[in-house]
């Protein structure tokens, strides 16, 4: 009789690499991404695992192997098929190569050339069979992934993260798939940052919380104790409190650390400076700094000598047309309670614009015309080309204590702005924005919806280094859909999942 376990995963624990060149040299941990987790995944489970996206990350390539953990091991005779969405965002190949390199390491040659051609005749692969994968929407990637996990002959499939990528009739169909493939006695790691899909199609509920379990159990006692912490974390009405909250869970993972000896941590007075170096990093450092130099010796001849060449070839300038069309633009407030007429409207609200400006702009609000300075605005036209980044990423420029909990408190952006109203307790409100009361969150409504969020900004100067940035507010345009709009001089962030 075959064992029914699947996968073993005892005392996983992961330190990350740090970011900065000296500490890798000193080889100091950046901080514990995982710790102490444990779980057992059986044939024909759906086991749900909820937690941030990082800290799903890196599970997830501890689990199939691509990286090792810092402590604790993985057993399993089992093939895993690994689906994330945001692994695949810069393929190069486009989806009949991709398509087949996967099948190739699931499947025999000949069952893989059979389903090559069964899949090219579906539409989702047809229209799209020689686009490289990075110029497809990440719907459409997501989409291509489930089919792929309907196919392969693998005994575990992780999906990462999947569910926030689909769309309403997307959501079924991956709810099928899921329901068929535990079934067929496949065991399944449901990996999301949103306790909805969880709980739709989980049967067993892991919750890691500062990467540790802090909840193993049933799925419907599961579900109800995270509300629970969401709404004690909801109702905190200062920063002291809510530097008290979850002191011991924070304490246990967030602080720097240098790990040596099984993740024993030796304090300065037991080791030298000798001790801290890793001689390794810094002969491979050097080397790396030689070939560096040399390459850029190399490129500085190659310009010296060729550059006369190049300069006279003929350079056509494609002059985009002018458009015709009316079309409508869009400001962000950015001064508290601005009036229009009778309007009064809060910090960050949306309003529209006539683009052709001098020394300020016309806004309309109830079908009248204002005049407003432009530095009162911040411009917002949504076809621009503004620089693309994932929301994940713009996280960290957040506030620690919405960074902390953006799952939960994101999701009511594109419901129905009752659910704010019912949910919340709130210390201001109106048929255009509420304010929760204890949390730096703001919602604004547009036609009875929640069409955005405010949180507060944080490290804007780290962030404009990041992203090689000069302007004083700053609009990103999200890889899900969406926007993330900065007001600097305020230091707040606008969400808007649309």
């Known amino acids: 009789m075959h064992d029914i376990i699947l996968l073993r995963a005892r005392d996983l624990t992961y330190a990350k690499e740090p970011v900065k060149f000296k500490d890798r040299i000193l080889s100091r941990a950046e901080g514990l991404m995982l710790k102490d987790v444990t779980f057992h995944l059986y ?154 899909p969880i709980s739709m199609l989980a049967n067993y509920f892991l919750w890691l919380s500062y990467g540790q379990i802090r909840y193993d159990g049933s799925v419907k006692k599961g579900v109800d104790t995270y509300n629970e912490y969401m709404r004690k974390k909801s ?28 993740l024993k941590r030796l304090s300065r007075k037991q080791t030298g400076i000798i001790d801290g170096l890793n001689i390794r990093k810094i002969i491979l450092s050097v080397v790396l700094l030689f070939m560096m130099l040399m390459s850029s010796f190399v490129i500085f001849m190659d310009i010296t000598f060729t550059g006369e060449a190049n300069s006279n070839q003929d350079q056509r300038v494609t002059v985009p047309e002018e458009e015709e069309s009316a079309r409508t633009y869009y400001a962000i407030t950015a001064e508290d309670d601005m009036e229009f007429g009778s309007q009064v409207l809060s910090h960050m609200s949306l309003v529209e614009v006539d683009s052709d400006y001098q020394d300020g702009y016309t806004v309309m609000v109830g079908g009248s015309e204002y005049e407003t300075g432009e530095n009162s605005l911040i411009y917002f036209n949504p076809a621009s080309l503004y620089p693309e980044a994932a929301f994940e990423s713009l996280l960290p420029y957040t506030s620690d204590r919405f960074l902390e909990s953006y799952q939960f408190y994101t999701r009511y952006v594109g419901r129905q702005a009752e659910k704010v109203t019912d949910d919340f307790s709130l210390s201001s409100s109106d048929e255009r924005h509420a304010t929760v009361s204890g949390f730096p969150v703001t919602y604004h409504f547009r036609n009875g919806y929640v069409f955005s969020m405010t949180m507060p900004a944080s490290d804007i100067d780290g962030l404009r280094e990041e992203y090689g940035l000069n302007s004083e507010d700053v609009i990103f345009r999200l890889q899900d859909g969406g926007f993330m709009i900065l007001d600097a001089s305020n230091e707040t962030w606008l969400y808007i999942d649309q």
């Open 235 to 262: 109702q905190l009405k200062s920063v002291d409190e809510e530097a008290l909250f979850d002191l011991e869970w924070k304490q246990n993972v967030s602080e720097y650390a240098r790990y040596k000896h099984s």
């Open 43 to 196: 044939k024909g489970e759906v086991l749900g695992i909820l937690s941030d996206y990082k800290t799903l990350y890196y599970l997830k390539e501890v689990v199939s192997g691509t990286l090792d953990a810092t402590k604790g091991k993985v057993k399993t005779r089992s093939s895993i098929l690994s689906l994330d969405v945001m692994d695949h965002v810069h393929h190069r190949h486009p989806v009949n190569i991709f398509v087949s390199e996967l099948l190739d390491e699931y499947m025999r040659p000949d069952a893989a050339l059979r389903v090559m051609e069964e899949l090219k005749e579906q539409p989702l692969f047809r229209k799209r069979w020689t686009t490289p994968v990075r110029n497809l929407p990440r719907r459409e990637i997501a989409l291509i992934l489930i089919e792929m996990s309907k196919v392969t002959d693998a005994d575990i499939i992780i999906y990462c993260n999947m569910y926030r990528h689909l769309s309403g009739r997307d959501k079924e169909m991956f709810r099928n798939t899921v329901d068929n493939l535990e079934r067929s006695e496949r065991g399944l790691l449901l990996l999301e940052s949103d306790i909805e």
